[in-house]
């Protein structure tokens, strides 16, 4: 395992639920970032975090609410998902954002069933 | 609009085997690439990191070249063993839509038979 963790490790919930996904980095890290994976689909960048950009991708539906009170935790708040919105949901974290010459880690993922 | 595509999209092949995994992106204008492999339900693991300056990066059986004029890049495995069995991603850092970000193409899922 890299030093980035996500709580919980899978996540099955209804259209009406509301919930929280949770990553934590241990490497003093200053950007991270939520990604969705869905089937047979590139990795899709949702949400950056960083010290030099804060940035809500506008093409994520508002159903998903990105939260970092500082540069090791990030969350993903969950409400009226849809079936759709099933997929393994990945968090990252990096040196700096920006124009990055550091690697990307990968923390294990959230695995989401919308029921 | 950068495109990353990765081809073959799926490769078995004997233990034992060299073999090249290829990456192509439309747009040169990139700050790095990335590769990474992603085992099934798994996160993903860093392997090459290669700068837009740099020819190639070594990792002990793994090889990444990149050549950015031509949008392309391969990850050279050899001597391939069952281990390696797992889906490979290349991902591309530039600057998109307003943000730096990485684009992934969609991976190249590699069997690799004892």
């Known amino acids: 395992e890299t030093g980035v963790t996500q709580t919980p490790r899978h996540l099955v919930m209804g259209m009406t639920n509301k919930k929280s996904l949770k990553c934590e980095q241990h490497?003093?890290?200053?950007?991270m970032y939520w990604y969705k994976q869905s089937a047979k689909k590139p990795l899709e960048l949702m949400f950056v975090?960083?010290?030099?950009?804060?940035?809500e991708n506008n093409s994520v539906p508002s159903r998903f609410s990105p939260e970092c009170p500082n540069s090791s935790h990030l969350f993903l708040h969950l409400h009226t998902l849809q079936p759709e919105d099933s997929a393994l949901y990945l968090c990252?974290?990096?040196?700096?954002?920006?124009?990055?010459?550091?690697?990307?880690?990968f923390g294990p993922g959230t695995r989401l069933t919308v029921t | 609009k950068q495109e990353v595509t990765q081809i073959p999209a799926a490769l078995s092949v004997p233990e034992g085997e060299n073999l090249v995994l290829n990456c192509s992106f439309t747009?040169?204008?990139?700050?790095?690439l990335q590769w990474f492999r992603q085992d099934p339900g798994k996160g993903l693991t860093s392997l090459l990191l290669?700068?837009?300056?740099?020819r190639e990066q070594t990792s002990g059986r793994l090889n990444a070249s990149l050549d950015k004029s031509s949008g392309r890049s391969t990850l050279y495995i050899a001597a391939s063993q069952p281990g390696d069995s797992a889906t490979y991603l290349c991902?591309?850092?530039?600057?998109?839509?307003?943000?730096?970000?990485?684009?992934f193409g969609t991976g190249t899922r590699l069997k690799v038979l004892a």
């Open positions: 490497l003093g890290h200053n950007a």
């Open positions: 747009d040169s204008a990139i700050y790095n």
């Open positions: 975090y960083s010290l030099e950009e804060r940035v």
């Open positions: 990252a974290s990096s040196p700096r954002g920006g124009p990055s010459h550091y690697e990307q880690y």
């Open positions: 991902a591309v850092n530039l600057h998109d839509s307003g943000t730096y970000k990485y684009i």
């Open positions: 290669i700068q837009s300056s740099q």
